[in-house]
């Protein structure tokens, strides 16, 4: 996946969504490309269509493209671009009895947010559940949440014994993501990442003071997450931080998920 991480890692937005659209056409995936005006601004959400049959009711796999200016979002969200265009390539290749959309979202790292568009284009009561990928390609450990979303009926497919089957933290609550547009619409979703192991106490501490109410900066020898640094033009803001390794951890996950959320 790192050949697909390397052409879409481009500080030039329009540069990053045509590359996207080449890798698609390559892969011989079919696609549209929303282009909406939502609030302010233009929106440009890629939506790649899988089983989708007759029905208007779909399961949504999702990351941004989009970067914030000057970076060239190596892993801030390449990696979860390339990870799902794998992804529908596998899906295009077996028996499906669910309809889904892999949708690229423009906007995540500003107002307006393409997701938002997404919603409000489909209609929420047609958008079954969502798994959202951002941040995969730095680390060795998956981080899933919310956590009570996996009882959502939706989501019960995902046994405990599945999880246990993956190097996996389970979180109260995901660093903030497009999930959060879909959480603020009652859509049941959960957010994929990974992050290097030696993160999750920090994660889990600083998770703990948003959900209380406390500035983690109170927190006397908290150490900030290393994954933070990869992102935002941050000093790890770089294809070179971005490993195979890690979309693997997660793509084989998210396959695991696909085949058995399709068993018969």
């Known amino acids: 996946m790192m050949n697909y991480v390397e052409r879409i890692a481009m500080s030039n937005k329009e540069e990053r969504f045509r590359n996207i659209l080449k890798l698609l056409e390559e892969s011989q995936l079919p696609y549209e490309v929303y282009h909406n005006k939502y609030g302010n601004h233009w929106v440009n959400n890629i939506i790649v269509p899988i089983n989708r049959k007759n029905s208007d009711k779909r399961f949504v796999l999702?990351?941004?493209?989009?970067?914030?200016?000057?970076?060239?979002?190596?892993?801030?969200?390449?990696?979860?671009v390339a990870i799902l265009i794998k992804l529908a390539q596998f899906m295009q290749k077996i028996t499906l009895k669910n309809c889904y959309d892999i949708v690229f979202f423009d906007r995540e790292e500003y107002e307006d947010r393409g997701s938002e568009q997404y919603i409000e284009h489909i209609g929420k009561e047609n958008i079954l559940g969502v798994i959202n990928m951002d941040t995969c390609g730095f680390g060795d450990t998956i981080i899933l949440g919310p956590e009570m979303n996996?009882?959502?009926k939706v989501f019960e497919f995902i046994t405990k014994k599945t999880l246990e089957q993956h190097p996996l933290q389970l979180i109260k609550r995901t660093p903030g993501s497009d999930d959060r547009s879909f959480e603020n619409e009652n859509i049941p979703n959960l957010s994929i990442g990974i992050v290097p192991e030696e993160d999750i106490s920090s994660i889990l501490t600083i998770i703990d003071c948003e959900i209380d109410g406390r500035d983690p900066l109170s927190i006397i020898g908290l150490n900030p997450p290393t994954f933070?640094?990869?992102?935002?033009?941050?000093?790890k803001d770089n294809i070179k931080y971005v490993s195979d390794s890690a979309m693997q951890i997660a793509y084989k996950f998210l396959k695991n998920l696909i085949e058995l959320q399709n068993i018969n």
């Open 62 to 80: 999702s990351a941004h493209y989009d970067n914030l200016d000057g970076s060239t979002a190596s892993n801030d969200n390449a990696s979860g």
């Open 150 to 152: 996996l009882s959502k």
């Open 228 to 235: 933070v640094e990869t992102t935002h033009n941050g000093i």
